[in-house]
């Protein structure tokens, strides 16, 4: 504004001057015109003249005025501008907002957004309505619509108090009373742990073991002639249960690692050793089948000395027992070594108060509903207890023993069978007894909620890598089309679209043969759990996928085989059963249905299942070589056709079988014969030492002497699956 008053000023002021000089040199001849006509016309003289101040004082007020005029101005287009940002509008924003989200923020259709997108490296065409944002975006869109951001925190539900259950502070030393100890028997598959066991339970539980291996986790309480008792958990020795191992020894005070005298130290009884040490549980050691020939117990405790394991022999801190599970020789003095070692620890407990203790192992039976194996920790469980484990909760309407007596209280260390359960819980879940069944609710709705606040967390942190790997790609292939003429980037685009058009019937049955869809359904928890860790180490998915598309605890049911029918897929149950109805519908519908009764059987059936989806392989079995010793052509109509004479070294030529042409060790050509003959004869085959000539079926093809004939025939293989489950 001020520059602009400058420049008026002086064009006024040089106005002015001009003005002056003017008005000076009308005075001049004025003044010589008025001495010459004074006397003639007096009225001259008098004639009234407008002074120059007076023409200043006119410019003078004129820029005045125009300098008012210029500030008014200046002013109302300062204030227009000022009120046009105010009235901006702003609008509320957080991170991770979706396309939908901001478009309503900002009172806009969905498509303003999209405009706003238009020409930034982001791809439209992946943007949906509920895809997330990033920070950029959401400030480019804002900006372009001419409006302002506010950023607030992320939109989620009004906080909610944790109304979780947890256990009880430690209690009064003056109030624990003393408990059994848990004993957890652990050690290699067939090292002989149930027969152990049931010599000291007198039942026949081995008998009871598929193939000899024990494939769940039982516990069971155990009277000694002495009047002590012992609650022993029998874990599963095979490679397919670590998890269960792992879970007994949490829970336990004592673990009893048996090992064979003839065997010695195996893989499993050195994972044993180390879940007994991450536990900080103590170890008696058990020498079993010590009644054997080839039995070497001191071999066994020098190969324990590797781990950390070290017998009192030796100086070390273990009991060592040498036992034979097979006669009961020893065991007696096991049970007292183990009672021993229980006094030094000094085991007790809280038999009141509200209950707490851990889930051994969970199943569905068909007249009960969800059950459950537990011990108990603390407190006194009784008929009507409210419980809660994981995300289920119980009215505990019975109870039983392990020999399936009904009891009406369980103390602490006591294995107990509870049935009441709303929902099967998991192996391992903590049991916390709540006051009341609205309490029960509101504390499974609470880990509900939490559970699902983590998968959002977890679904919008992937949703951020894959929009990073999106861009990434989106950016490689900018840079990609960045140097062509935009001639070749359409034809380039064009032969892309087509390859991801829609597969033929064919190819789309190919595609899918490669993919393995199966439901996995078990007796308890912990063995489907055992199968799904397993699945877990699959590799080959290269080769054939493998799509777990359901499992869960309990029979084969109607809507298993339903689900197995969409999908296409097999159903695989261990230690279950399926109907005769159901073993009906799913032969109707074309559905496989496997039941197994041993874990690493329904592995093989399972690799055998993925082999049988791979695409054979094609194997080739020489049937006959023979060497070219001369060459020369002979002619048909018009034209010259190569012909060899050859000599059969090995095997015999078949005429209609496949041939090919090797030259110093490479294969020059593959293909057919259109003659074989025997001097002038025409024959099939030709067998070894015989000499013949023969041609090909390309007659491009030069032969040299030396050159080698070998007729063969292709033998489709089944291919068979890479994966290796370890056992």
């Given at each position: 504004?001020?520059?602009k008053?400058?420049?008026?000023?002086?064009?006024?002021?040089?106005?002015?001057?001009?003005?002056?000089?003017?008005?000076?040199?009308?005075r001049?001849?004025?003044?010589?015109?008025?001495?010459?006509?004074?006397?003639?016309?007096?009225?001259?003289?008098?004639?009234?003249?407008?002074?120059p101040?007076?023409?200043?004082?006119?410019?003078?007020?004129?820029l005045?005025?125009?300098?008012?005029?210029?500030?008014?101005?200046?002013?109302?287009?300062?204030?227009?501008?000022?009120?046009?940002?105010?009235?901006?509008?702003?609008?509320?924003v957080w991170?991770?907002?979706?396309?939908?989200?901001?478009?309503?923020?900002?009172?806009k259709?969905?498509?303003?957004?999209?405009?706003?997108?238009?020409?930034?490296?982001?791809?439209?065409?992946s943007?949906?309505?509920?895809?997330?944002l990033?920070?950029?975006?959401?400030?480019?869109?804002i900006?372009k619509?001419?409006?302002?951001?506010k950023?607030?925190?992320?939109?989620?539900d009004?906080v909610?108090?944790?109304?979780?259950?947890?256990?009880r502070?430690?209690a009064?030393?003056?109030?624990?009373?003393?408990r059994?100890?848990?004993?957890t028997?652990?050690?290699?598959?067939?090292?002989?742990?149930?027969t152990l066991?049931?010599?000291?339970?007198?039942t026949?539980?081995?008998?009871?073991?598929?193939?000899?291996?024990?494939?769940?986790?039982?516990?069971?309480?155990?009277?000694?002639?002495?009047?002590?008792?012992?609650?022993?958990l029998?874990t599963?020795?095979?490679?397919?249960?670590?998890?269960?191992?792992?879970?007994?020894?949490?829970?336990?005070d004592?673990?009893?690692l048996v090992?064979?005298?003839?065997?010695?130290?195996?893989k499993?009884?050195v994972?044993?050793?180390?879940?007994?040490?991450?536990?900080?549980?103590p170890?008696?050691l058990?020498?079993?089948?010590?009644?054997?020939?080839?039995a070497?117990?001191?071999?066994?405790?020098?190969e324990?000395?590797?781990?950390?394991?070290?017998?009192e022999?030796?100086?070390?801190?273990?009991?060592?027992?040498?036992?034979?599970?097979?006669?009961?020789?020893?065991?007696?003095?096991?049970?007292?070594?183990t009672?021993?070692?229980?006094?030094?620890?000094?085991?007790?407990?809280?038999?009141?108060?509200?209950?707490?203790?851990?889930?051994i192992?969970?199943?569905?039976d068909?007249g009960?509903g969800?059950v459950?194996?537990?011990?108990?920790?603390r407190?006194?469980l009784?008929?009507?207890?409210i419980?809660v484990?994981?995300?289920?909760?119980?009215?505990?309407?019975?109870?039983?023993?392990?020999?399936?007596?009904?009891?009406?209280?369980?103390?602490?260390?006591?294995?107990?069978?509870?049935?009441?359960?709303?929902?099967?819980?998991?192996?391992?879940?903590?049991i916390?007894?709540?006051?009341?069944?609205?309490?029960?609710?509101?504390?499974?709705?609470?880990?509900?909620?939490?559970?699902?606040?983590?998968?959002?967390?977890?679904?919008?942190?992937?949703?951020?890598?894959?929009?990073k790997?999106?861009?990434?790609?989106?950016?490689?292939?900018?840079?990609?089309?960045?140097?062509?003429?935009?001639?070749?980037?359409s034809?380039?685009?064009?032969?892309?679209?087509?390859?991801?058009?829609?597969?033929?019937?064919k190819?789309?049955?190919?595609?899918?043969?490669?993919?393995?869809?199966?439901?996995?359904?078990?007796?308890v928890?912990?063995?489907v759990e055992?199968?799904?860790?397993?699945?877990?180490t699959?590799d080959?998915?290269?080769?054939?996928?493998?799509?777990?598309?359901?499992?869960g605890?309990?029979?084969?049911?109607?809507?298993?085989?339903?689900?197995?029918?969409?999908?296409?897929?097999?159903?695989?149950?261990?230690?279950?059963?399926?109907?005769?109805?159901?073993?009906?519908?799913?032969?109707?519908?074309?559905v496989?249905?496997?039941?197994?009764?041993i874990?690493?059987?329904?592995?093989?059936d399972?690799?055998?299942?993925?082999?049988?989806?791979?695409?054979?392989?094609?194997e080739?079995?020489v049937v006959?070589e023979?060497?070219?010793?001369?060459?020369?052509?002979?002619?048909?109509?018009?034209?010259?056709?190569?012909?060899?004479?050859?000599?059969?070294?090995k095997?015999?030529l078949?005429?209609?079988?496949?041939?090919?042409?090797?030259?110093n060790?490479?294969v020059?050509?593959k293909?057919?014969?259109?003659?074989?003959k025997h001097?002038?004869?025409?024959?099939?085959?030709?067998?070894?030492?015989?000499?013949?000539?023969?041609?090909?079926?390309?007659?491009?093809?030069?032969?040299?002497?030396?050159?080698?004939?070998?007729?063969?025939?292709e033998?489709?293989?089944?291919?068979?699956?890479?994966?290796?489950?370890?056992?």
């Open positions: 504004m001020n520059q008053i400058l420049k008026v000023e002086n064009l006024l002021r040089f106005h002015t001057i001009c003005r002056q000089l003017h008005s000076l040199g009308q001049k001849t004025l003044s010589q015109w008025r001495h010459v006509f004074s006397s003639a016309c007096p009225m001259w003289t008098a004639q009234p003249y407008t002074r101040w007076q023409t200043d004082a006119l410019f003078g007020a004129a005045s005025q125009y300098r008012l005029l210029v500030t008014k101005k200046e002013e109302r287009s300062q204030k227009s501008q000022f009120s046009s940002t105010k009235s901006k509008k702003e609008v509320e991170i991770g907002m979706t396309v939908e989200e901001l478009a309503n923020a900002m009172e259709d969905i498509d303003c957004v999209y405009e706003a997108l238009m020409n930034t490296t982001i791809n439209i065409d943007l949906e309505a509920d895809s997330h990033d920070e950029v975006w959401i400030k480019e869109v900006k619509a001419g409006m302002k951001f950023w607030s925190k992320l939109k989620q009004k909610r108090e944790n109304k979780d259950a947890v256990r502070p430690q009064d030393p003056a109030l624990l009373t003393p059994s100890p848990v004993v028997i652990m050690g290699h598959v067939d090292h002989g742990k149930t066991l049931d010599k000291l339970r007198k026949q539980v081995a008998a009871m073991e598929a193939g000899g291996i024990t494939q769940h986790i039982g516990a069971f309480l155990v009277s000694l002639p002495s009047g002590e008792k012992i609650t022993f029998d599963p020795g095979h490679a397919a249960f670590s998890a269960m191992r792992a879970r007994g020894a949490q829970v336990t004592i673990v009893i090992v064979a005298a003839d065997d010695g130290v195996m499993q009884t994972e044993s050793i180390q879940h007994a040490k991450d536990a900080q549980v170890i008696v058990a020498i079993n089948k010590c009644d054997k020939a080839e070497d117990p001191e071999k066994v405790k020098k324990l000395l590797a781990y950390d394991v070290v017998c022999d030796y100086g070390g801190d273990v009991q060592a027992v040498h036992v034979s599970a097979l006669t009961g020789d020893n065991l007696m003095a096991l049970a007292e070594a009672v021993t070692l229980a006094e030094m620890l000094e085991l007790k407990a809280d038999p009141t108060g509200l209950v707490e203790g851990t889930v192992e969970s199943f569905t068909k009960r969800p459950t194996t537990a011990i108990i920790q407190g006194t009784r008929k009507g207890s419980l484990a994981g995300k289920s909760w119980a009215k505990v309407r019975l109870m039983f023993d392990e020999n399936g007596k009904t009891i009406n209280e369980a103390c602490p260390s006591m294995p107990v069978g509870i049935i009441g359960w709303r929902d099967l819980p998991s192996a391992g879940d903590e916390l007894e709540v006051e009341s069944e609205p309490r029960a609710r509101e504390v499974v709705d609470w880990r509900k909620y939490e559970q699902e606040q983590e998968k959002n967390k977890e679904d919008l942190k992937m949703i951020e890598e894959k929009r790997e999106h861009q990434e790609a989106h950016r490689k292939a900018r840079e990609k089309y960045g140097t062509l003429h935009w001639k070749e980037r034809f380039i685009k064009y032969q892309e679209k087509k390859k991801q058009k829609l597969l033929k019937p190819e789309k049955a190919e595609r899918d043969s490669n993919v393995l869809p199966i439901i996995i359904k078990g007796d928890d912990g063995s055992a199968i799904l860790n397993i699945m877990d699959y080959a998915s290269h080769e054939c996928e493998l799509e777990l598309i359901h499992f605890v309990g029979d084969i049911s109607e809507n298993d085989v339903n689900l197995a029918e969409t999908f296409h897929g097999v159903i695989y149950g261990f230690n279950v059963n399926a109907g005769n109805v159901i073993q009906q519908s799913a032969a109707k519908k074309g496989k249905i496997k039941l197994h009764k874990i690493y059987h329904l592995i093989e399972l690799q055998g299942e993925l082999s049988s989806r791979l695409p054979c392989t094609v080739e079995h006959g023979a060497s070219i010793l001369a060459t020369f052509s002979v002619t048909e109509g018009k034209k010259k056709v190569p012909v060899a004479g050859c000599r059969v070294q095997g015999q078949e005429k209609p079988k496949k041939f090919k042409l090797i030259r060790g490479h020059i050509w293909g057919s014969l259109t003659s074989l001097h002038k004869d025409d024959i099939s085959i030709i067998k070894t030492g015989m000499d013949c000539g023969l041609s090909l079926d390309d007659e491009k093809i030069e032969f040299i002497v030396g050159d080698e004939i070998v007729c063969y025939e033998k489709e293989v089944l291919a068979k699956t890479s994966w290796d489950p370890g056992f």
